[in-house]
Nanobody, 124 residues
Framework: QVQLVESGGGLVQAGGSLRLSCAAS????????LAWFRQAPGRERELVAA????????IYADSVKGRFTMSEDNAKNTVYLQMHSLKPEDTAVYYC?????????????????WGQGTQVTVSS
């Protein structure tokens, strides 16, 4: 059974930091590209960061480059999203997702499995 379970969201002041975690089942973790998307009210779901299994490349949205870092712990089958210098516009529900092809894709509808999401709220 494929499972993605996010944790670590919460309320933080602008300029603060949070770390999101996503625990994946072994079958999901190995070979799948893993990504973080976010969706703010009234807006389309957008890619934040993704790790590709082809070339082990990590990609980031321009809006988070230099502030967010995506990493993984293979021993724990967990990926992380470390977020620094948070801004009110980072407020959204953050989702962990996996693509069985192993490619890090930009479009949310190209991913196969999704977690339940975790709310991140940044106050000004």
């Amino acid at each position: 059974q494929v499972q993605l379970v996010e944790s670590g969201g919460g309320l933080v002041q602008a300029g603060g930091s949070l770390r999101l975690s996503c625990a994946a089942s072994i079958r999901t973790f190995s070979g799948s590209a893993l990504a973080w998307f976010r969706q703010a009210p009234g807006r389309e779901r957008e890619l934040v960061a993704a790790i590709s299994r082809h070339g082990n490349k990590t990609i980031y949205a321009d809006s988070v480059k230099g502030r967010f870092t995506m990493s993984e712990d293979n021993a724990k089958n967990t990926v992380y999203l470390q977020m620094h210098s948070l801004k009110p516009e980072d407020t959204a529900v953050y989702y962990c997702t996996a693509d069985r092809t192993g490619w890090a894709r930009v479009g949310w509808n190209e991913y196969d499995y999704w977690g339940q999401g975790t709310q991140v709220t940044v106050s000004s």
